[in-house]
């Protein structure tokens, strides 16, 4: 005979359930600026008292409980990342969790925004200095301390054009409940939409977006 059809071990428990919950909400921060990401994350959680994590899908050394071991690399994190978020939901009894996802993550915020549960997303769009690009530059590998001053300015306009179209994909994405605060704008402008996308008090919205170090690159 051919062998039973299926698997040969019961499923894990965190392959059975794959929703977050239809009572809860997930609020994603996204920032091509991590830095600026964190420090409003960390603002929230002062503020607010939600618990927030910073880029738990990129940086392996986001400070995380544990979770029997489905938390401790950035693929497993990823590959079961409803149920890891389940997890952090049950782990802080809350139906309320904020966490950061790299700009260049679409693909993870759709899979998040399939789910029942409540989901928003807040982008924060920084202004981005030609010394920020090429220190972005040499970070991800296109330029180093020895490329010539000509070459990094002929690099310029594509790493601009990089980083302003991973704004574009996430608009193109036509995401619902999406928010964006601006470096640009003012603190009144910037309350508005933390309110909304926190559902909170604009007192404490604005406490959040009067932060004044929030851009300092």
């Known amino acids: 005979g051919r062998g039973r059809i299926g698997r040969r071990f019961a499923p894990r428990f965190w392959e059975t359930e794959s929703s977050l919950g239809r009572h809860r909400t997930l609020m994603m921060v996204t920032c091509k600026k991590w830095h600026v990401a964190k420090r409003l994350v960390e603002r929230v959680r002062q503020v607010t008292n939600l618990p927030a994590l910073d880029y738990l899908f990129s940086e392996a050394s986001t400070p995380l409980p544990h979770l029997g071991g489905i938390e401790t690399t950035l693929e497993k994190r990823t590959r079961h990342r409803r149920a890891l978020m389940r997890m952090l939901f049950d782990y802080w009894q809350t139906d309320q969790l904020v966490v950061c996802i790299d700009p260049a993550n679409v693909d993870l915020m759709q ?107």
């Open 111 to 217: 899979d998040f925004y399939n789910d029942k549960a409540k989901v928003r997303l807040l982008e924060i769009e920084c202004d981005f200095t030609d010394d920020y690009l090429i220190g972005h530059a040499k970070r991800v590998g296109l330029a180093s301390d020895s490329t010539p001053k000509e070459t990094i300015e002929r690099l310029l306009p594509t790493i601009r054009y990089d980083v302003r179209f991973e704004g574009d994909r996430i608009r193109d994405a036509g995401f619902p409940n999406l928010l964006r605060v601006r470096q640009s704008a003012s603190i009144d402008e910037n309350t508005v939409p933390l309110a909304e996308f926190l559902d909170i008090a604009p007192e404490k919205a604005r406490e959040i977006a009067a932060t004044e170090y929030l851009f300092v690159d």
